[in-house]
């Protein structure tokens, strides 16, 4: 803001402690019980501490870098950042906003936001702007949010929710470098609405909570297939996961030229709430390079001239920037946390042959995001190609700050349906299927207002994910499918995800996604939707690629696709997620939607 570095000598006043500071609680006196509150080897944890942490270690440090909506290059520090972040949080605090929902794409706005809400004692509602408007107002309304913060680009989908809510406060950013939009004068009022009560800054704010456990944020699930539940996310476990996404990303270890972690905002920060990297970036210091949309001439750009050091993106993502014409090998190696659907070992060469390093994790939006990693082993290195990439596509083991991911036994009815078959662990022989659990640390709290659905996730006492695996003798596990896109063909199991890694070898072939279509002989057989490579368009069709498949491939016969359907492109989430659900649609002769 134009006028940030004038107010920050009043600004720096803010980090002295101070006697009401609630860092440390009274010793307890002798006829005091020694309970919790008493307790000086703890304190309450809330991820909102790394941002006030940051500005009081490196006020100079650069926060923020971003390409605003009027393409202004914008760059703001720690001290700037988190003062605005300040004025956000006095402003919540003196309209009484206790749950506000954001609707912005990747902004700097978003991430002060992030850390404002908190600050304030307030909840996080951050969703997809990508939803329908029927969505977007039945999760503000089931969120119960009294305010948004909007981006002017999305105030039109608003137009439904406004109509039946019109108390509901909104907080419009405009994206400019020129802070004069409603956005900027909010943080302004707060700033001065500070000044008013006492010029507390951050003490008087929460980066530290009364109970650790309560909500900091609402991350809705996208329900594709169902109304979006409202996950609970707690200061605690987003703390939590935030430090175990600084190591497990090495966001703390950089390995480029750059001075610090130079973090691209290519996941949206809605999703997962970022997958806590808003948090985990911030509490390395790190340089949050914001996007407002995914443009892959923009990535490669800021890649080959900003040293960028990190970023997380789903496979698709991957796919579609190594397959951009900006691509190249990078003088530096990149760290890309790879997420949100199974990868293939096609990629990760592809990736590594442009200096672009996986780091492959796995979780769900239940999880913050990122709940296990596929640790490279150095004895890797001197396996053959396939081997090794394969061994790295797989999900790994449990985070450092979670406990390890189990596989338990499933039983199948004779619909193919899978169902858990109690909390008894599969074989660790790299055979026997069974569902991925969790329990520990970064495990949500559970659905907001939907205790059934709470009790579902629960069942027996651990974290279903629906997910099918196998557990390897070395403790890793290894995705086979969602439980309901295996394909059950004559009585064999047949994973999708192992049909798509065998198509996307075919030098032709960019992307695919196998479905089971009925079969009179087999009960079941796969389909494959396919996208080509660029200038491949109309030079490869759908029976050559099953001719392929059987004659030269090294697949079994019977995972052979009975139908393959070439696409211009593939149906998916705004993470990137292939939305097999429409395919599945499709296979059956469904109406063929755009998108």
Same mark, same amino acid.
């Given at each position: ?15 002295? !402690?101070?006697?009401?500071? $609630? ?21 309450? *944890?809330?991820?909102? #501490? ?36 300040? =004025? ?16 912005? /794409?990747?902004? $700097?706005? #978003? ?58 406060? *909104? ?26 009560? =006492? ?28 109304? !979006?539940? =409202? ?16 190591? @497990? ?83 530096? !190696? ?18 590594? &042959?442009? &200096? ?27 396996? $053959? ?9 797989? %999900? ?13 036994? /499933? ?40 205790? @059934?659905? /709470? ?7 651990? %974290? ?13 596990? %290894? ?13 064999? &199991? ?8 065998? *198509? ?39 029976? %050559?690629?099953? @001719? ?22 593939? !149906? ?8 097999? &659900? ?14």
């Amino acid at each position: 803001m134009s006028s940030a570095l004038k107010r920050l000598s009043s600004f720096a006043a803010h980090f002295a !402690p101070s006697s009401s500071s $609630p860092t440390v609680a009274d010793p307890p006196s002798s006829s005091t019980p020694n309970t919790y509150e008493h307790r000086h080897h703890i304190h309450q *944890l809330s991820p909102t #501490f790394f941002l006030w942490r940051a500005a009081q270690v490196e006020p100079d440090a650069i926060a923020v870098y971003h390409k605003t909506a009027n393409d202004v290059i914008l760059r703001r520090t720690y001290a700037e950042t988190a003062e605005r972040a300040t =004025g956000l949080a006095y402003y919540l605090r003196k309209k009484g906003y206790k749950r506000v929902g954001i609707l912005c /794409t990747n902004t $700097p706005a #978003f991430l002060e936001a992030i850390f404002g809400i908190g600050a304030a004692g307030a909840v996080n509602v951050g969703i997809n702007y990508r939803l329908k408007k029927d969505d977007i107002s039945y999760i503000f309304e089931h969120a119960e949010v009294d305010s948004i913060m909007v981006d002017a680009e999305f105030l039109g989908l608003l137009d439904d929710f406004r109509a039946q809510h019109p108390g509901v406060a *909104l907080i419009v950013d405009t994206d400019t470098d020129r802070d004069d939009g409603e956005y900027d004068r909010a943080v302004l009022e707060g700033l001065e609405y500070d000044r008013e009560t =006492g010029s507390k800054g951050w003490e008087d704010l929460e980066t530290q909570v009364s109970d650790e456990d309560s909500l900091i944020a609402l991350s809705y699930t996208s329900g594709t297939t169902a109304r !979006p539940k =409202g996950v609970e996310y707690t200061h605690r476990s987003a703390y939590i996961a935030a430090l175990a996404n600084v190591i @497990e990303s090495g966001l703390n270890t950089w390995i480029s030229t750059a001075d610090r972690c130079h973090y691209l905002w290519t996941l949206p920060m809605f999703h997962a709430m970022g997958w806590t990297f808003p948090w985990a970036v911030t509490a390395v210091r790190g340089t949050h390079y914001c996007l407002r949309k995914i443009d892959y001439p923009e990535i490669w750009r800021l890649l080959k001239t900003e040293a960028i050091s990190h970023y997380n993106s789903a496979p698709t993502v991957n796919t579609l920037l190594c397959a951009d014409p900006n691509a190249e090998k990078l003088p530096e !190696p990149v760290r890309v946390t790879v997420a949100a659907s199974p990868p293939t070992a096609h990629l990760f060469e592809t990736m590594e &042959n442009l &200096n672009l390093r996986p780091v492959h994790v796995y979780g769900l939006t239940e999880t913050y995001g990122p709940i296990t990693k596929g640790y490279q082993m150095p004895t890797w290195q001197s396996l $053959p190609v396939k081997e090794k990439y394969a061994k790295m596509a797989r %999900q790994g083991h449990g985070h450092v700050t979670s406990l390890p991911a189990r596989v338990i036994k /499933t039983k199948q009815d004779d619909s193919g349906k899978w169902e858990s078959d109690g909390v008894v662990d599969v074989a660790k022989d790299g055979k026997e299927i069974g569902e991925i659990v969790f329990v520990g640390n970064i495990c949500a709290r559970g659905y907001y207002k939907d205790a @059934e659905a /709470t009790r579902k996730l629960y069942a027996g006492g651990v %974290q279903h994910s629906g997910d099918l695996a196998v557990w390897h003798p070395d403790g890793a596990i %290894q995705i086979l499918d969602r439980a309901k896109d295996i394909i059950i063909s004559g009585g064999e &199991n047949i994973s999708s995800l192992a049909l798509e890694s065998m *198509l996307v070898t075919h030098p032709d072939i960019l992307e695919a996604a196998c479905v089971g279509i009925a079969d009179e002989k087999w009960g079941e057989a796969p389909k494959a939707f396919i996208t080509l490579q660029s200038g491949k368009e109309g030079q490869l069709t759908g029976e %050559q690629v099953i @001719e392929w498949a059987k004659e030269k491939s090294d697949i079994s016969r019977f995972m052979v696709p009975k139908e393959i359907e070439v696409l211009s492109e593939l !149906p998916k989430t705004s993470t990137g997620k292939l939305r097999k &659900n429409i395919l599945r649609d499709w296979a059956k002769g469904g109406t063929r939607e755009e998108g």
